[in-house]
């Protein structure tokens, strides 16, 4: 499976931005997915996951600003960020593994993208 990211920018505080995750390869379907990131001199931290049977979880820090979605059809994973902030800027990654778990360990996933650079300025 590959991955292509793409979606980043640089925006204002307050803007939006959509993620994508093109998946190419194999059907995503049966994958748990998540999007990570990494800002500058800080570790990769997890944002949010997404698990086969379509449940989430997010960082504490994006609830109710972040969305992670799916389209199985286009093999497809989203990310709708919302209501950005400065400290939300960074490289955002995306992961996937066919599993029924999914992990906030970005090195578990046995697929990873390239990153998309989200830049969020005051």
């Known amino acids: 499976v590959q991955l292509q990211a793409s979606g980043g920018g640089s925006v204002q505080a307050g803007d939006s931005l959509r993620l994508a995750c093109v998946a190419s390869g194999r059907t995503i379907s049966n994958y748990a997915m998540a999007w990570f990131r990494q800002a500058p001199e800080k570790e990769r931290e997890i944002v949010a996951r997404?698990?086969?049977?379509?449940?989430?979880f997010y960082q504490e820090s994006v609830k109710d600003r972040f969305f992670i979605s799916r389209d199985n059809a286009k093999n497809t994973l989203f990310l709708q960020m919302n209501s950005l902030k400065p400290e939300d800027t960074a490289v955002y990654y995306c992961?996937?593994?066919?599993?029924?778990?999914?992990?906030?360990?970005?090195?578990?996933?046995?697929?990873r993208g390239q990153g998309t650079q989200v830049t969020v300025s005051s």
């Open positions: 997404i698990m086969r049977n379509g449940n989430t």
């Open positions: 992961a996937a593994k066919d599993s029924t778990v999914s992990s906030p360990n970005f090195w578990w996933y046995s697929y």
